[in-house]
C-alpha cells in the first residue's frame, strides 16, 4: 500500500514537472497560427538560434498598431543567443525548411529577408546586396554585391546585432561613394579591398531610422513606399540598448506608418525588407501568418 501511494505521488510530481517545464526553446508554441509548409518560397532568411541546452535570450510578442496586426521577435544577443542571414542558394525555399539544419543549435525562429527575381530565367537571384559569413554570395556564379542606383539600401549586422545602414555599390565600374569606408581602393592590386567589417549584409527596399532618426538612403522616391500600403511588410531593426527586432505587420499603409510602428517598438535603426506574400514569420516550429 506504501509503495503505491509513493508510486502515485511520484506519477502527480512528474506531470506537474511537466506542466512548468518550457519547451527547449523556452518560447511557447504559436503553432495555431500557422502549420504546415508555408508555400510562398523566399530567398533568404534571418533566423535566430540557440545552443542547445541553454534558454534563448527571445520574447515573442503581438499586437496592433492603428488596428493593424503585428509579430515581432524580441532578440537579445548573449553567449548562446544569436542571428544569422541563412541563404536558399539558386532555388527559393520556404521560411520554415530554410535555416541551419546544425546539431548543436535550436532555431528559434525567424522572418523572411529580402527581395528576389520571381519570375523568368533569373528567378531566385537576390536583389542587391547579400553577405555571408564575411563573403558575397553567388547566385549561379554572379557575385551578390550592393547594386548602387537600384534604390536598395543595405543592413549590415553579425552573431550579436549591431545593425549598421548604408546606401552604396557599383555604377559603371566605380564604386561609390568615393568615401565609403566598407572598401578602399588598393594601390598593389590595382582593385577595391574588401573592407566590411561584419559577418552579414542584405539589401532591402529602403530605411526607415538610423540613429534614431527618420534617414532616407537610396533614390528620392521609390516604388515600394507607396504600394507597401497595400500588403503585409517585414521589418528588421535595432533598439538602443542592442535588442534586435524581427517584425512583421499587415497593411499599414506606407512608410510613414511603418517608421512609427518601429519607433514605438523602441528601434533606432531599422530598414524594410520584402514584403506583399512574401512577408512571414517563424516561432518555434509555429508559422506566423
Excluded at 531593426?237 to 534586435?244: L, Y
Aim: with cysteine; hydrophobic share 35%.
Amino acid at each position: 500500500m506504501r509503495k503505491l501511494r509513493w508510486l502515485i505521488l511520484a506519477v502527480i510530481a512528474a506531470t506537474l514537472t511537466l506542466m512548468v517545464i518550457p519547451f527547449p526553446h523556452g518560447l511557447s508554441r504559436i503553432s495555431d497560427h500557422g502549420s504546415g509548409s508555408f508555400e510562398r518560397p523566399v530567398a533568404d532568411a534571418i533566423n535566430v538560434y540557440c545552443r542547445k541546452g541553454t534558454r534563448p535570450s527571445v520574447k515573442y510578442v503581438s499586437g496592433t498598431y492603428e488596428g493593424v496586426p503585428y509579430h515581432v521577435l524580441k532578440v537579445k544577443p548573449d553567449d548562446h543567443t544569436f542571428i544569422q542571414l541563412d541563404y536558399a542558394g539558386e532555388t527559393p525555399e520556404s521560411l520554415d525548411e530554410l535555416y541551419d539544419h546544425g546539431s548543436e543549435c535550436w532555431h528559434v525562429g525567424g522572418i523572411n529577408g529580402g527581395f528576389f527575381q520571381n519570375s523568368g530565367e533569373e528567378y531566385g537571384r537576390p536583389v542587391g546586396a547579400l553577405l555571408i559569413d564575411g563573403s558575397w554570395a553567388e547566385w549561379k556564379g554572379q557575385e551578390l554585391t550592393p547594386a548602387y542606383g537600384k534604390g536598395n539600401a543595405t543592413v549590415y549586422f553579425s552573431h550579436d546585432g549591431n545593425l549598421k545602414l548604408a546606401y552604396h555599390g557599383w555604377e559603371n565600374g566605380e564604386w561609390k561613394p568615393a568615401s565609403d569606408s566598407f572598401w578602399s581602393y588598393e594601390e598593389d592590386l590595382g582593385d577595391y579591398g574588401y573592407q566590411i567589417n561584419t559577418e552579414y549584409g542584405l539589401s532591402g527596399a529602403y530605411t526607415l531610422l538610423r540613429n534614431g532618426k527618420r534617414v532616407w538612403l537610396g533614390k528620392n522616391d521609390s516604388a515600394y513606399w507607396n504600394r507597401s500600403a497595400d500588403s503585409w511588410v517585414t521589418l528588421f531593426g535595432e533598439t538602443a540598448d542592442g535588442t534586435v527586432l524581427l517584425v512583421i505587420a499587415g497593411k499599414l499603409g506606407g512608410g510613414e506608418a511603418e517608421t512609427e510602428l518601429m519607433k514605438e517598438l523602441g528601434a533606432v535603426n531599422a530598414i524594410r525588407l520584402d514584403g506583399n506574400t512574401s512577408t512571414c514569420m517563424t516561432v518555434d516550429k509555429g508559422l506566423v501568418h
